[in-house]
């Protein structure tokens, strides 16, 4: 009857009621009919309390305390922080991926924790070539984020109260990490050579660094502070965490090889990340682990949230094993370097009030000292021109240093260009150019 | 001279010098010649030290004696909790992967923390629809598994020593997320109606439940025992976290609505994950909050590992926004249901000494009581025979039940049948089959 009423065949109407028999819309009995089946609720939705019955832990609150430590920025100049992903080789991309799609069933299994073999082999490999770091695919945890390192180590390392030396200013994410985890931040100002250690400091249970390139301030620990720090370090019993956030964008005369290859008693734990070299939202980052604290690191991974996911694992490691990684980066490392030519060429012609902190250095963003007194009021009018200035004064725990951290890897020059000639409207007020022109140093100077 | 040698075009060997160049391989200075640019690093991979030059913290030692709480088994009979990858519309999948690819870009950004906002509007439609959960997208918080939910939400809602009531036998991952976060853990014992709480128990902050179908027994909460549990809760101030790991698999006429769903002062929080419905290693989970534990678990997810997946939130939307998703779970429920069909059967004819727990109930995996003392020997005759045997004894924390937890939704009903036809093989000890037949039912006369 259905088939004569539409118009259609009868095989068609057939094979439209065995699929709905099979979903379980229908039930069909023979020689009585097809008879539709209840569905599973009706979805009364309605509105819960809004007060909270029972408590937060002590920790719960500290957590709201500390509030999240990421807001997902528009990616405007000069959020920091991406890189260009309208210039990611998503052609090879799309192809490896075509080449995957017969294992997708494999690579939807529950995963290792500790993360697949190849992709802890080829990370091996490369950070032992790219930055000098001693591993070995057993020492490798693949994880989801530098983030879910700094939080599942902190926990593993850290009784409450314990201090950990954080650089001033330095990373709110890690600092934020090691909080949550009831650690006591010691904050130990940085200067031209990175951390700066003073005597009388409380002893510290771990430090927390940016060797490479100094997160927000751009300069590099030197050696003489390397040495030291490892010497703190060993004399303390302390842990030491290298957040090795953008150095793959490090020109080879730049680089200084990892922290962690001058360590001699397996206390350095190197981090480093996907989220930059690759994509943000991959959520693939990579620790290496001194062999001792492997085991509990993997229970603990386990524990956080059981493995990651399988495809990208595989894609990534694909993208590796083929070359395409080590190309990447390369055409990054390029790239990055004439937008970073554009940036401080702006600046010194556009915004000659805003000096740059550490202009030689390499990495995904430039920190600029402002006219003191300024950052709030200079910020304001930035972002009334629709241009976006991270603050630097936020990432200070001691004595605010005004500033910006101007994220450009994500800018094409002449979109950096444009946003500082729009920049280039804003005057600081009174005698400011002047004084910032005359600083020796506007690290120095602002201290 | 490279061309002529080659018996190669001159713009060829032009073309890979530039490309040679534009990767930093190559300097080229004109007038003078192209010059090879030195690697980075000569990576000098050594042996690091095996042994801790400083200390786990105590919870860190915790970690190590809790250990990891995740296996991933091999996919023989009968590994437990997985979906039959091999039949997933995977056409399906990769045409909306296709229609997505332009959006990739856009999608490898940073995320929100609390996770897509479509995603999160879809899911709060369909968990009201197919479980009577009263959610809003506000009160949805994207994960990356139930373990994360788990780790994050125990963290946030209980302090050190805290009790917390876990069904014995009960989910491993859960207890250990607990204890991972300091927890005082009070087994209590499940019965044919779940839980049973017992006068006498300390005061639990939270409880941890599986109502919809009990891990590992199979059974169902019963109406009057959810009264009594909501009471309970209530008038300790407890929180209560609804652990609905597979409930999706259920018939209409087998599913209640979820226990969060009568929750009348929000303290109950539900959990579900894309795991068992979709596929394991998608890394996509989902807690519906109380709204007033919304803005510390989303500060606390951005502190564990920032956000998830841009790639796959937007691809599962997608998925569920076209209407597979709810396809999906019609047509896997028929299949789950005759492969329970083709298990019962089997054990019936093969293994009458196996009686399942809880035979009437739907979900991934099938609870066996075995005759006493024999689970050990029989699991070790039944590995020799390549049939893994996952132990109900390992789940338990007070008087061991001895059974086994049979997995079969991954497997085929012929797959079923062969695996069960070897086990046929083996014999428990004795008079065991005449016991085992004559207990009125195997779950009290264990206890």
Chains 1, 2 share one sequence.
């Not at 009706?42 to 809004?50: I, S």
Request: one cysteine or more; charged letters at 20%; proline letters at 8%.
């Amino acid at each position: 009857v259905l088939a004569q009423d539409l118009g259609i065949s009868r095989s068609t109407v057939e094979a439209a009621y065995t699929q709905l028999a099979a979903e379980g819309l229908l039930q069909r009995v023979h020689g009585s009919g097809s008879f539709l089946r209840p569905p599973r609720f009706q979805g009364a939705v309605a509105t819960l309390p809004l007060r909270l019955p029972a408590q937060l832990s002590a920790r719960g609150r500290e957590v709201l305390r500390i509030g999240g430590c990421l807001d997902p920025l528009e990616p405007l100049p000069f959020a920091a922080g991406s890189p260009d992903l309208r210039d990611f080789p998503w052609p090879t991309w799309e192809r490896l991926a075509r080449r995957r799609a017969p294992d997708a069933a494999e690579l939807a299994r529950y995963q290792p924790p500790q993360g697949q073999l190849r992709l802890r082999e080829l990370l091996a490999e490369h950070l032992g070539a790219a930055r000098g770091v001693r591993a070995r695919a057993e020492q490798v945890l693949v994880l989801t984020s530098s983030q879910q390192a700094l939080h599942l180590l902190a926990h593993l390392l850290l009784d409450p109260g314990d201090c950990v030396w954080v650089e001033d200013p330095g990373y709110r994410g890690a600092s934020a990490a090691m909080a949550a985890a009831g650690a006591r931040l010691q904050p130990v100002p940085v200067d031209a050579e990175g951390l700066q250690p003073r005597p009388g400091l409380p002893a510290p249970k771990l430090i927390l660094l940016t060797p490479a390139h100094q997160y927000p301030l751009g300069v590099r620990l030197s050696p003489a502070r390397r040495a030291e720090v490892l010497a703190l370090a060993q004399a303390h019993g302390s842990w030491v965490m290298e957040d090795d956030y953008d150095s793959e964008f490090f020109d080879a005369a730049q680089a200084l090889p990892a922290l962690q290859s001058q360590d001699a008693d397996g206390r350095v734990i190197y981090l480093g990340t996907f989220s930059k070299t690759l994509m943000p939202s991959l959520r693939l980052a990579y620790a290496v682990l001194p062999p001792a604290l492997v085991e509990a690191a993997v229970a603990s991974r386990s524990l956080h949230d059981g493995h990651g996911n399988g495809w990208f694992q595989a894609l990534v490691a694909d993208f590796m094993e083929g070359g395409h990684y080590a190309s990447h980066l390369r055409q990054m490392r390029a790239q990055v370097g004439e937008r970073r030519q554009a940036l401080l060429e702006g600046l010194a012609r556009h915004l000659p009030w805003a000096q740059p902190v550490a202009p030689q250095a390499c990495g995904l963003q430039v920190c600029v000292a402002l006219p003191s007194g300024q950052e709030v009021d200079l910020s304001r009018q930035a972002a009334r021109l629709g241009v976006q200035t991270p603050s630097l004064a936020a990432l200070c725990a001691l004595a605010p240093l005004e500033g910006w951290l101007l994220g450009f890897a994500a800018l094409r020059p002449e979109e950096i260009g444009a946003a500082l000639r729009r920049l280039g409207g804003i005057q600081p007020r009174g005698q400011a150019r002047e004084i910032a022109k005359s600083r020796p140093t506007t690290l120095r100077a602002n201290r």
